[in-house]
């Protein structure tokens, strides 16, 4: 008997004792008048035991059938392991075509006493964030690095793009690191798919922000440092960039890590997807299901994508400002680029240049925005990465390193000196001295007194 049955059998024989109305008795157990009559009927009829539901005991109408229940349990410890509750529901109905709830497989699973993929916490206080209203108007950027192709294969980075108003991925780039070159696909991914974002929301990664206490001296009469090339491409491209203080500032993204390293994982091994190249291919279908599952209608319809640029492949470009040499060319570190004669076979020594390096390896030099000179990347595999400029001297004072200063790596060590200078005119410990009869080592006599003396 239940709680709520036990409270009946009292108040009915109060009731059937004439202590209580029929009404009084109905309104204490939350019922009508009616039903409170039939359990009065009931109880002369069976006692107690009339008093309960008519369906104890019996076996449910919508109960799993004994071959539906093996089937299943066979499915969670063999075809579908590792899926969590709710993955393997949609998989069970999908798939397999079995209308079973996420209860049920919860219930099944922990009567298997299989441990749940990712154990459940409490939840922390936090306060939460208003998405924004627009499409476009917040995008979430960060990675993962994860066993994506199983527990056997190696960590890889999953770089990826988040709208905030609406949960929608933009875009996913597998990558073996975190680098410049993977987050400027990523951007250029997200600008042609859907446009131009209002601004970018990540992490403090070097990619993105400057994290060093080095300072130029065009740096200090400007009062701040210069962007990195990824923020120059930003900053181009009239995007702006947030950078969060903690995981939690952008959990939104963090919790998509969470259901792509369940969900993404167990997809590509049911489709036995075990190289880049595949599961590039299979990214887009996965990003239009997430959407169809997981994706919620933005609080405003209008959005706020900007038209992206004619020139955006010159835009996603490293910039450094050269002076040309005298031969006519310019060079980045690895790199070096011939520039033809201007008008009227002109020259352009010591003309002051930008050099760009686009995504594909294209080396572009432009003077006052105008291209002059361009070289393409011939070799397979080329990776956009910053180039620094010619690397300073080593600053030393009392053989501690200034702030700020580099060293390359391949130079030699200073060579210490094994011969001693030998003293001599000039030298500290051995300077000059007057002789014996100079006026300087002579007392003055009283003769020599000044005038005026006593």
């Given at each position: 008997?239940?709680?709520?049955e036990?409270?009946?059998?009292?108040?009915?024989?109060?009731a059937?004792?004439?202590?209580?109305?029929?009404?009084?008795?109905?309104?204490?157990?939350?019922?009508?008048?009616?039903?409170?009559?039939?359990?009065?009927?009931?109880?002369?009829?069976?006692g107690?035991?009339?008093?309960?539901?008519?369906?104890?005991?019996?076996?449910?109408?919508?109960r799993?059938?004994?071959?539906?229940?093996?089937?299943?349990?066979?499915?969670?410890?063999?075809?579908?392991?590792?899926?969590?509750?709710s993955?393997?529901?949609?998989?069970l109905?999908?798939?397999?075509?079995?209308?079973?709830?996420?209860?049920?497989?919860?219930r099944?699973?922990?009567?298997a006493?299989?441990a749940?993929?990712?154990?459940?916490?409490?939840?922390?206080?936090?306060?939460?964030?208003?998405?924004?209203?627009?499409?476009?108007?917040?995008?979430?950027?960060?990675a993962?690095?994860h066993?994506?192709?199983?527990?056997?294969?190696p960590r890889?980075?999953?770089?990826?793009?988040?709208?905030?108003?609406?949960?929608?991925?933009?875009?996913?780039?597998?990558?073996?690191?975190?680098d410049?070159?993977?987050?400027?696909q990523?951007?250029?991914?997200l600008?042609?798919?859907?446009?131009l974002?209002?601004?970018?929301?990540?992490?403090?990664?070097?990619?993105?922000?400057?994290?060093?206490?080095?300072?130029?001296?065009?740096?200090?009469?400007a009062?701040?440092?210069s962007?990195t090339?990824?923020?120059?491409?930003?900053?181009?491209?009239?995007?702006?960039?947030i950078?969060?203080?903690?995981?939690?500032?952008?959990?939104?993204?963090?919790?998509?890590?969470?259901?792509?390293?369940?969900?993404?994982?167990?997809?590509?091994?049911?489709?036995?997807?075990?190289?880049?190249?595949?599961?590039?291919?299979?990214?887009p279908?996965?990003?239009?299901?997430?959407?169809r599952?997981?994706?919620?209608?933005?609080?405003?319809?209008?959005?706020?994508?900007?038209?992206?640029?004619?020139?955006?492949?010159?835009?996603?470009?490293?910039?450094?400002?050269?002076?040309?040499?005298r031969?006519?060319?310019?060079?980045?570190?690895?790199?070096?680029?011939?520039?033809?004669?201007?008008?009227?076979?002109?020259?352009?020594?010591?003309?002051?240049?930008?050099?760009?390096?686009?995504?594909?390896?294209?080396?572009?030099?432009?003077?006052?925005?105008?291209?002059?000179?361009?070289?393409?990347?011939?070799?397979?595999?080329?990776?956009?990465?910053p180039?620094s400029?010619?690397?300073p001297?080593?600053?030393?004072?009392?053989?501690?390193?200034?702030?700020?200063?580099?060293?390359?790596?391949?130079?030699?060590?200073?060579?210490?000196?094994?011969?001693?200078?030998?003293?001599g005119?000039?030298?500290?410990?051995?300077?000059?001295?007057?002789?014996?009869?100079?006026?300087?080592?002579?007392?003055?006599?009283?003769?020599?007194?000044?005038?005026?003396g006593?």
């Amino acid at each position: 008997m239940s709680s709520k049955e036990a409270r009946r059998p009292g108040l009915v024989q109060a009731a059937l004792a004439g202590k209580v109305t029929n009404a009084e008795g109905a309104r204490a157990l939350g019922l009508g008048v009616r039903q409170f009559r039939r359990l009065k009927a009931a109880y002369r009829r069976a006692g107690v035991e009339g008093l309960l539901h008519g369906n104890r005991g019996h076996r449910a109408p919508n109960r799993l059938s004994d071959a539906d229940r093996e089937r299943i349990m066979e499915l969670i410890t063999d075809k579908y392991a590792g899926l969590n509750d709710s993955h393997l529901t949609e998989k069970l109905r999908e798939l397999e075509e079995l209308a079973v709830s996420r209860e049920t497989v919860r219930r099944l699973r922990q009567a298997a006493g299989i441990a749940p993929v990712r154990r459940r916490r409490a939840p922390k206080h936090r306060r939460r964030r208003l998405r924004e209203a627009r499409r476009g108007a917040l995008v979430l950027v960060d990675a993962s690095e994860h066993h994506w192709f199983g527990e056997q294969a190696p960590r890889g980075n999953l770089l990826g793009a988040l709208d905030d108003a609406t949960g929608e991925i933009l875009a996913l780039q597998f990558r073996s690191d975190e680098d410049l070159h993977g987050y400027t696909q990523v951007l250029q991914r997200l600008i042609t798919a859907h446009g131009l974002p209002c601004s970018l929301y990540g992490d403090r990664l070097g990619v993105f922000v400057r994290n060093d206490d080095h300072w130029t001296l065009e740096e200090e009469l400007a009062g701040q440092q210069s962007p990195t090339q990824f923020g120059q491409m930003l900053a181009e491209l009239a995007i702006g960039y947030i950078a969060a203080h903690s995981p939690q500032a952008k959990g939104r993204i963090e919790r998509l890590w969470e259901t792509l390293q369940d969900r993404l994982v167990q997809e590509l091994r049911l489709r036995q997807i075990t190289t880049v190249a595949a599961a590039a291919a299979y990214l887009p279908e996965f990003i239009a299901d997430h959407k169809r599952r997981f994706a919620q209608p933005a609080r405003d319809t209008a959005s706020v994508w900007r038209r992206p640029p004619r020139d955006l492949d010159r835009i996603l470009a490293c910039r450094y400002s050269r002076v040309v040499a005298r031969d006519n060319t310019v060079t980045v570190p690895g790199r070096w680029i011939q520039i033809p004669p201007g008008p009227r076979r002109r020259s352009w020594h010591s003309c002051r240049v930008e050099v760009r390096e686009r995504l594909d390896g294209l080396l572009q030099v432009f003077h006052h925005d105008q291209l002059i000179a361009e070289q393409a990347w011939v070799q397979p595999g080329f990776i956009l990465v910053p180039r620094s400029s010619a690397t300073p001297r080593r600053r030393t004072q009392l053989g501690i390193d200034l702030p700020g200063s580099r060293q390359k790596p391949d130079r030699p060590a200073p060579r210490l000196k094994t011969r001693l200078r030998k003293p001599g005119i000039g030298h500290y410990t051995h300077r000059r001295k007057p002789k014996r009869d100079h006026p300087w080592n002579h007392e003055p006599g009283p003769e020599t007194a000044p005038a005026g003396g006593t």
